[in-house]
């Protein structure tokens, strides 16, 4: 099990999520709510400020770098948002591979590029792109190449950051589409970061909706069934944005339902319906 324990960082604000095996959660809130910090904490690019990241019993933050080296790509890897970001410029695709595979002793050369064809297959991409170099890459070709990448050695838990970055909205679903493909396929449980509801509701099955780094609601309905006033006006496209921060809760300044109590408490979490809520439009709830 993967479990965030009040992580903090300088955007995200108490963070708490579990992922079990074979869990699909998605994090969806705007760009810069914070969501992004969570591939950066979980691979250890990046310092907490508090909290705890608990992989299989143990906090990454109390291992030592050779020992989080070997977690990287076979325990917990990740897709960045600008998938050029993965590549060495000078190497071709199989090198990358190679160099994954080999310092993991997960196989020599020949068999990691074997293993990066059949991946690539997969994902609808064809095999002779492992010979290519990156920047003889379509942005569609570099996304799968680096969700090929995060995948290969079918690590526990895999991170995907913004699919949408550099590509169409016909790019956008052929990608949507493989990492379905891929799903049905890899055990590996997945955590889908986006500020698109509709990409959310095609690849997770529990959702953690953010605002300013902060958690508002959750739960594995909420695309369909939500209570947060934030959650219904980013899945509505119509957000109130004023750019500011609540001192209570942290919608509260953009909130239409805002009142003196918002802006000057913090909410308890409550649950509504099927929901985890943070806001006071639910006094009755416990």
Not at 2 to 18: P, Q
Not at 72 to 85: E, L, T
Not at 120 to 143: F, N
């Amino acid at each position: 099990m993967l479990k965030y324990n009040c992580i903090t960082s300088e955007k995200l604000r108490c963070f708490d999520a579990e992922i079990s095996d074979n869990m699909y959660l998605g994090v969806l809130g705007q760009r810069d709510s914070g969501k992004e910090d969570l591939i950066y904490l979980t691979l250890r690019l990046k310092n907490k400020i508090s909290g705890s990241i608990i992989l299989d019993g143990v906090d990454i933050f109390s291992l030592s770098e050779e020992e989080m080296n070997a977690i990287r790509w076979s325990k917990i890897s990740a897709v960045f948002y600008d998938p050029y970001s993965m590549f060495n410029p000078i190497y071709n695709v199989a090198s990358h591979f190679a160099e994954i595979a080999i310092s993991h002793n997960f196989g020599d050369f020949h068999f990691s590029e074997e293993i990066a064809k059949e991946y690539l297959k997969i994902l609808g991409a064809k095999e002779d792109l492992v010979y290519r170099h990156p920047l003889q890459l379509s942005p569609l070709e570099a996304k799968k190449i680096s969700i090929a990448l995060a995948s290969f050695m079918e690590p526990k838990y895999i991170i995907v950051d913004d699919i949408e970055f550099g590509l169409n909205d016909n790019g956008r679903a052929i990608i949507i589409n493989s990492l379905i493909d891929l799903m049905q396929i890899v055990k590996s449980s997945f955590i889908i970061l986006d500020n698109d509801p509709a990409v959310i509701s095609r690849l997770a099955d529990y959702v953690i909706v953010i605002y300013k780094g902060e958690k508002v609601e959750e739960g594995s309905d909420v695309l369909y069934d939500h209570y947060h006033p934030y959650t219904t006006d980013l899945i509505s496209g119509n957000i109130r944005e004023r750019n500011i921060i609540g001192n209570g809760c942290v919608y509260s300044e953009n909130c239409a339902f805002s009142s003196y109590k918002c802006k000057s408490n913090k909410p308890e979490e409550v649950k509504v319906g099927n929901n985890k809520v943070k806001c006071f439009l639910y006094p009755w709830e416990t």
